[in-house]
């Protein structure tokens, strides 16, 4: 294949991607450099092994060729890209994409079957440059109805809980879910639910970029980090979304059906103030 033809379907994918999910991600976020395939013509034999010239200490050292479909100018890549310095200087940018545009765009979609037993959709709410980003898993009842996050008597634990370590959703927080409309009788929303819905939450983190984020829950926090951990054992502590600190904690609603949770949650808030004091403090 010729390289214009893969840059072509390089940007095709690209922009597609970006219509998608409201923005740019990062792995489309640097320019590589394609190259024509190279095709190499040798014998059967070629191919399972060949001697080569000796190594670098006096010895033959025998490789083994595989197949190639394409040449990477040098690199241990497909394609080079213009370097990590590059990608970040895309990442810094919104890619033109506003927060207001990005929740748009969620209001209008219809990707899952949540779509369809919805009242309203709930994008989510607080201030554009927040410390923090709270995460639940989805919308219930009280927010189905009103179209805000966490706002039934979940939500109001979740106030006092971040007034406790100086947040507020009106002053230095935002609050988003996973998925975005309410799954019929608070059921967990499913794995396809999660995915429909997850590119839009990258796209809401990437725009605010807040210095860390508080997972509420168990499903929350393995959607984020794309693996399963059990919450019991690690609540409080501390994970990496691209470089931002996250700690799950249970989700309030658990300790309204448990107050038992309510001194370990405590204790993870405490630590999660800790933390976010060191960063302001850098």
């Given at each position: 294949m010729k390289a214009n033809d893969k840059q072509l379907i390089y940007t095709l994918l690209k922009t597609a991607d970006a219509y998608e999910c409201g923005?740019?991600?990062q792995k489309f976020a640097g320019e590589p450099v394609f190259a024509d395939d190279m095709v190499v013509e040798c014998s059967r034999s070629e191919l399972i092994e060949t001697t080569v010239a000796t190594s670098n200490n006096g010895s033959a050292a025998v490789v083994s060729i595989q197949p190639t479909a394409y040449s990477t100018t040098g690199q241990d890549s497909v394609y080079s890209t213009t370097g990590q310095a590059s990608a970040d200087a895309n990442m810094s940018q919104n890619s033109g994409i506003s927060l207001d545009e990005i929740n748009a765009k969620i209001l209008r979609c219809t990707r899952c079957g949540l779509a369809?037993?919805?009242?309203?959709v709930v994008p989510g709410m607080g201030v554009e440059h927040p410390q923090v980003l709270v995460i639940g898993e989805g919308p219930g009842h009280d927010e189905d109805m009103q179209g805000l996050p966490f706002v039934g008597k979940a939500g109001v634990l979740l106030d006092r809980m971040l007034a406790a370590i100086g947040l507020d959703r009106k002053t230095n927080c935002y609050i988003a879910n996973i998925v975005k409309c309410r799954p019929p009788e608070n059921r967990n929303p499913l794995p396809d639910e999660q995915s429909a819905c997850f590119c839009f939450l990258e796209a809401q983190i990437h725009i605010l970029k807040p210095k860390m984020i508080l997972c509420m829950g168990k499903i929350a926090i393995e959607k984020l980090i794309n693996q399963s951990i059990p919450i019991t054992q690690k609540h409080g502590e501390f994970f990496e979304y691209n470089g931002i600190p996250v700690m799950p904690t249970y989700h309030p609603s658990a300790l309204l059906?448990?107050?038992?949770?309510?001194r370990p949650a405590w204790e993870d808030l405490k630590k999660f103030k800790r933390k976010l004091d060191e960063i302001n403090a850098n």
């Open positions: 923005y740019t991600r369809r037993t919805r009242n309203n059906r448990n107050e038992e949770l309510k």
